[in-house]
Antibody, heavy 118, light 110 residues
Framework: QMNLQESGPGRVRPSETLSLICTVSGDSMTRYFWSWIRQTAGGGLEWIGR???????NYNPSLKSRISMSVDTSKNQFSLKMTSLTSADTAIFYCARGTYELWSFDYWGPGTLVTVSS | QSALAQPLSVSGSPGQSVSISCTGS?????????VSWYQQQPGKAPKLLIYDVNKRPSGVSNRFSGSKSGNTASLIISGLQPDDEADYFC??????????FGGGTKLTVL
């Protein structure tokens, strides 16, 4: 059974950089791609980006200048960095598994709340 | 990349059927048959309900079905049950390994 778990700081100050890690267990990372998705206070979901196990990335054009993703298959982890945070970035951040067969996100972590506040 | 348009809320009585629409453009829903739907219960992560417009993952009830016409996809829930009360999100592939979600629809079972 695939499990994903996000970890991160919980609170970040405005203008600082957010770093999140997703730890994957229960299956190999190899056959899938890996995404970050966030949910703001308004309730909508926003796709942030994806990374393949070979490190190829694709980002949401509206966030591209502020984000970077990396993967470490030896640790079964992938990560997100988001710079220049503002209060508008306060959200629940989810990591999710994407499949090339389903072209959708079939496993999600429970989510981690990140609050941007001084 | 604009969010897909969904109604804010829909409602129905137990046993009835409801439909939730998801309207995009020719650059997403209209151009790809990679529309997926997710159910989110309060305080939980979203759960995949439908992929490739109308396919169900193993374990998802056949009361959930999907369809697409032009730039609009739809999720149909038949035989409404109290447990179906949740938020529902659509998602479309937009090319180049990018995706866009809808704003979400709150389903109330009366």
């Amino acid at each position: 059974q695939m499990n994903l778990q996000e970890s991160g700081p919980g609170r970040v100050r405005p203008s600082e950089t957010l770093s999140l890690i997703c730890t994957v267990s229960g299956d190999s990372m190899t056959r899938y791609f890996w995404s970050w998705i966030r949910q703001t206070a308004g309730g909508g979901l926003e796709w942030i980006g994806r990374i393949s196990v070979s490190g190829i990335t694709n980002y949401n054009p509206s966030l591209k200048s502020r984000i970077s993703m990396s993967v470490d298959t030896s640790k079964n982890q992938f990560s997100l960095k988001m710079t220049s945070l503002t209060s508008a970035d306060t959200a629940i951040f989810y990591c999710a598994r994407g499949t090339y067969e389903l072209w959708s996100f079939d496993y999600w972590g429970p989510g981690t709340l990140v609050t941007v506040s001084s | 990349q604009s969010a897909l348009a969904q109604p804010l809320s829909v409602s129905g009585s137990p046993g009835q059927s409801v439909s939730i629409s998801c309207t995009g453009s020719g650059r997403d829903v209209g151009d790809y048959n990679y529309v997926s739907w997710y159910q989110q219960q309060p305080g939980k992560a979203p759960k995949l309900l439908i992929y490739d417009v109308n396919k169900r993952p193993s374990g998802v009830s056949n009361r959930f079905s999907g369809s697409k016409s032009g730039n609009t996809a739809s999720l149909i829930i038949s035989g409404l049950q109290p447990d179906d009360e949740a938020d529902y999100f659509c998602c479309s592939y937009t090319g180049g390994f990018t995706w866009v979600f809808g704003g979400g629809t709150k389903l109330t079972v009366l």
